[in-house]
């Protein structure tokens, strides 16, 4: 078994739910120097962008600008940071505020009204943006996958109509809703194991997260803060998109929840679900509750749904269930057990080469669990059924200045150190968040 560890200082400051958010505010710069520092971010990895994008007899004015950039961002660092810059690398706080809304998206104002949207190169969908948005304010946004009637789609704007539209608490979300038609289906499983199969869920990943990766580059996104909202037709495909990308979401709703028996949910303990039930969904709700609290105590919440389906009168209710769920990407424990083979990662964990699921006995099929004990700086591993992993780390999981020791399914490796380093995370936090600073 090998280990590969690199190190990952998140921007991402997460706050547990049971604590106050004051505890975990305290920088070590002032507000002045995080606010610098961050535009100077934000206009190197802009000019990254415009580099990328440039066409070729344009690429070498291209580059000079974005070198430029990077000197002036180098300067300010030594500048602002200077004897300080371990401290600064050691505290979430500072990074989340310099690196929270580091990528560039566009000025956009709202008016609560469905909007269509067609990006470049991205799927389309539909943008609901409260006349209260602010560019500068990171919004909690609600990725909210339209209803099935059994013979067609409902229509982005009836759908926001008869789940959201009516609630005040509508104000406080953007929300995304994918483009769909009639050729594209989600609930029924695809067989991952025939090419056919795999391209049905590819298709069903691009439309429902390329139209949020669109979203993220129009308005001021806040990344801990997206919620998956399923209706009939897609509650199957939430369930299986979220043991994919268990750290994407803060909190999962499903409307309409339907028996799913050929998914592994352990990645899932501590995702939160709200279930909404009804006569119709009560054996579904309760059988998957089961399940999920199985893995942790309080995963899935249920919620006896009010009025007819899609329960728009339950809106009040669910909004305040979501206003409590921020995403805990350092959570200590994390389980990998993957429903796809390309689709390997769980928060910090991320498994590299392991057995084909399709082509391995269940009790065989790859697992990996990862538990950092700070107290101990030591990392308890379990893997089956994978060769390799990696493992990012920062000094809410482990102190960084002190050696670290893992113990890989019961043999203890020889204890290592790692480094702080601002160039590492600029360059992890461009090349491999997909646009999250948290990542």
């Keep these: 078994m090998a280990l590969s560890i690199t190190l990952s200082l998140t921007a991402c400051l997460l706050l547990p739910q049971d604590k106050p958010a004051a505890e975990n505010v305290q920088t070590v710069l002032a507000k002045g120097d995080l606010d610098t520092?961050?535009?100077?971010?934000?206009?190197?990895?802009?000019?990254?962008?415009?580099?990328?994008?440039?066409?070729?007899?344009?690429?070498?004015?291209?580059?000079?600008?974005?070198?430029?950039?990077?000197?002036?961002?180098?300067?300010?660092?030594?500048?602002?940071?200077g004897s300080k810059e371990q401290a600064v690398l050691a505290s979430l706080a500072d990074l989340r505020a310099i690196f929270t809304g580091c990528f560039e998206f566009e000025r956009q104002s709202g008016n609560g009204e469905v909007r269509p949207m067609k990006p470049k190169k991205m799927p389309a969908y539909d943008l609901v943006l409260p006349k209260k948005y602010r560019p500068d304010t990171p919004i909690p946004t609600v990725l909210l996958m339209r209803g099935h009637t059994g013979e067609k789609w409902v229509s982005a704007s009836e759908w926001y109509v008869s789940t959201w539209k009516g609630a005040a608490e509508a104000g406080d979300f953007a929300f995304v809703m994918p483009g769909v038609d009639d050729s594209i289906d989600f609930d029924p499983p695809a067989n991952l194991a025939e090419a056919g199969g795999q391209a049905t869920d590819a298709a069903r990943r691009m439309t429902t997260l390329g139209s949020l990766g669109a979203a993220s580059s129009a308005i001021h996104v806040d990344r801990d803060r997206i919620y998956l909202d399923c209706g009939k037709g897609t509650c199957a495909w939430g369930l299986r998109l979220a043991t994919y990308f268990p750290h994407l979401f803060a909190g999962i709703v499903l409307r309409h929840p339907a028996e799913v028996t050929d998914l592994r949910l352990d990645s899932l303990a501590g995702v939160p679900f709200l279930l909404l039930r009804t006569d119709e969904t009560r054996a579904a709700c309760d059988q998957l509750a089961e399940q999920l609290n199985k893995l942790k105590d309080g995963t899935a919440t249920l919620l006896d749904a009010k009025g007819a389906y899609?329960?728009?009168?339950?809106?009040?209710?669910?909004?305040?269930?979501?206003?409590?769920?921020?995403?805990?990407?350092?959570?200590?424990?994390?389980?990998?057990?993957?429903?796809?083979?390309?689709?390997?990662r769980a928060f910090w964990v991320y498994m590299g080469?392991?057995?084909?699921?399709?082509?391995?006995?269940?009790?065989?099929?790859?697992?990996?669990?990862?538990?950092?004990?700070?107290t101990t700086n030591k990392l308890t591993i379990t893997a089956r059924g994978v060769n390799d992993f990696m493992v990012r780390l920062n000094d809410q999981l482990v102190d960084l200045d002190k050696e670290i020791v893992a113990v890989i399914n019961g043999k203890a490796e020889a204890p290592f150190k790692l480094h702080r380093s601002f160039n590492d995370l600029l360059e992890l936090v461009y090349r491999g968040s997909g646009r999250d600073p948290g990542m």
């Design 37 to 81: 520092l961050r535009n100077r971010v934000r206009e190197y990895f802009t000019a990254r962008d415009a580099t990328y994008d440039a066409p070729e007899s344009r690429k070498e004015a291209a580059r000079k600008k974005e070198e430029q950039a990077r000197e002036k961002l180098k300067k300010e660092w030594a500048a602002r940071v």
């Design 310 to 344: 899609p329960h728009a009168e339950s809106a009040p209710e669910i909004a305040a269930w979501l206003k409590g769920r921020v995403r805990d990407l350092m959570r200590p424990h994390v389980v990998v057990a993957n429903n796809h083979d390309q689709c390997l």
């Design 353 to 374: 080469t392991a057995e084909p699921i399709a082509q391995t006995p269940p009790d065989l099929q790859p697992r990996l669990e990862v538990v950092a004990d700070k």
